[in-house]
């Protein structure tokens, strides 16, 4: 079953402009990841927010994270033709063990960004 | 390092065949964990294995079933087919205690 839901399901937008994507989650959480997907291949993961941080940056992405709504959002700023992929939030068990195999994804947004 | 590998890439297989897909994880992660994506369901969690040792399983039926090897490799087999099981299956694997993950490039399986 998925985590939770991302919005918007399809976003499009020109390059240069920035792209805001949303997730949301039900469980309790101690971190909370993004990852992209181009075209039906293999996810790359983007950033890792963990439950006590409230906002991380890396590069052009800026994540969000407000556990009191359960909600993270992820923004990519002065986006190129290359963003064009679809992105996911994932969310793993708080009690992990030694292990964080287990992942559950959002639906994702699928991104396109036009030349 | 060598990122992870899965073999094969691509599958066509007929309803009620077996099949066998494999997944060598980076040098190092003993943690690899299996997903099934399609677009109806987006991605699912199937099972993971850690040192040999199956630490979870999602929600699929028992003909869904996987082993991991002492060098930390790990096949999934899929017994009687189903035109539903057509899907990407991506691997997975992590540093224990870390909780990033690396994912292969996918198997994209069709059943006909």
């Known amino acids: 079953s998925q985590q939770g839901e991302e919005d918007p399901q399809a976003l499009s937008i020109q390059e240069g402009e920035n792209a805001t994507m949303n997730c949301s989650y039900k469980?309790?959480?101690?971190?909370l990841q993004w990852y992209r997907q181009n075209s039906g291949r293999g996810l790359v993961h983007l950033i890792l927010i963990r439950s006590n941080e409230r906002e991380k940056h890396s590069g052009r992405l800026r994540v969000t994270l407000d556990t009191s709504k359960k909600s993270s959002s992820l923004l990519i700023t002065a986006s190129r033709a290359a963003d064009t992929a679809s992105y996911f939030c994932a969310t793993g068990p708080v009690s992990v063990g030694t292990s964080y195999g287990k992942l559950t994804f959002g639906q994702g947004t699928i991104l396109t960004v036009h030349p | 390092k060598a990122g992870v590998t899965q073999t094969p890439r691509y599958l066509i297989k007929t309803r009620g065949q077996q099949v066998t897909l494999s997944c060598s994880p980076i040098?190092?992660?003993?943690?690899v964990s299996w997903y099934q994506q399609t677009p109806g369901q987006g991605l699912q969690f199937l099972f993971e294995y850690f040192s040999e040792t199956q630490r979870n399983k999602g929600n699929f039926p028992g003909r869904f079933s996987g082993r991991q090897f002492s060098n930390s490799r790990s096949e999934m087999n899929v017994s009687t087919l189903e035109l539903g099981d057509s899907a990407l299956y991506l691997c997975a694997s992590g540093l224990s205690g870390a909780p990033r993950r690396y994912f292969g490039p996918g198997t994209r399986l069709t059943v006909t």
């Open positions: 040098s190092g992660h003993r943690s």
């Open positions: 469980t309790s959480i101690n971190n």
